[in-house]
């Protein structure tokens, strides 16, 4: 099935934000085409799960009304983006999100980005320019080929590694954001993970575990094979709280190699 592109005309660009470190958020899509099936956004945007990573609509004059906005607009830190990911891959083509980082740039507003693709390197140039940036990388797990099938239209583990090593020569603040936190995830291979993330110069970890609103197991479920949908059920729903210990064995593991680590999701 191909992915539906749909243009739209928005009517603001940014809104004042709830999640703590952000003023604004600045959302260049609706939908998201990564198609991650444990996303919790449908359930915000009441949209129907089985449409989720089949449709994007792409704002097309968002970055004309952002200029009208941070005219007025107190200054304050930008979140790109809280309900999509700004570098999905309809941004290729359509670059809404470069188009509004220049504005953003020009004005001087502090941007704060996660993504999950690698294609936020291309646009180093701008963020390298800007007086206040960082960037911040979701990395769920350590084995791809589980993350093909739950993020299966986002970059490979390897290529984000990458992308927050490219960041960090730029000399631009990075964060790796484990969250959610693959509850298959083996101690040792959170370890060897966690090294490769510090080996690319990055030393800020956030964690979060699984939100699971309505419709986010069934879907989860759906895309497993039978082995690790068992290990999945198990460490999420059993009585041995096997999830709680992945994540305070990230915790210490951090401290242990001298990362920052912080806790989302309480």
């Known amino acids: 099935m191909g992915i539906k592109v749909i243009e739209v005309e928005c009517k603001t660009a940014l809104s004042e934000s709830r999640l703590p470190g952000y003023d604004y958020a600045l959302n260049p899509y609706r939908g998201c085409t990564h198609g991650c099936?444990?996303?919790?956004?449908?359930?915000?945007?009441?949209?129907?799960r089985r449409e989720w990573g089949a449709f994007v609509e792409v704002k097309r004059n968002?970055?004309?009304?952002?200029?009208?906005?941070?005219?007025?607009?107190?200054?304050?830190?930008?979140?790109?983006?809280?309900?999509?990911?700004?570098?999905?891959?309809?941004?290729?083509?359509?670059?809404?999100?470069?188009?509004?980082?220049?504005?953003l740039m020009r004005f001087d507003f502090p941007v704060s980005i996660l993504t999950k693709s690698d294609m936020v390197v291309r646009d180093l140039d701008l963020l390298s320019r800007f007086s206040e940036k960082e960037v911040g990388i979701t990395i769920t797990t350590a084995n791809d080929s589980e993350r093909a099938l739950l993020e299966p239209q986002a970059s490979t583990i390897e290529s984000r590694i990458k992308a927050l090593e490219a960041c960090n020569k730029k000399g631009i603040a990075t964060y790796a954001f484990i969250g959610p936190l693959y509850p298959t995830m083996r101690k040792e291979g959170l370890e060897a993970l966690l090294e490769e993330i510090k080996n690319a110069g990055t030393v800020r970890i956030m964690a979060d575990r699984l939100n699971q609103k309505p419709g986010v197991w069934s879907a989860i479920n759906n895309a497993l094979d039978k082995e690790r949908a068992v290990i999945w059920k198990d460490r999420l729903f059993g009585k041995h709280r096997l999830y709680d210990d992945l994540f305070s064995h990230l915790k210490k593991t951090c401290m242990e190699k001298g990362m920052a680590f912080e806790m989302q999701g309480y």
């Open 62 to 103: 968002m970055p004309k009304v952002l200029v009208s906005e941070l005219r007025r607009k107190k200054r304050g830190i930008v979140g790109l983006s809280t309900t999509t990911d700004p570098y999905q891959p309809s941004e290729k083509e359509h670059k809404v999100t470069r188009y509004c980082l220049e504005q």
């Open 37 to 48: 099936r444990y996303c919790y956004v449908p359930n915000l945007l009441d949209i129907p």
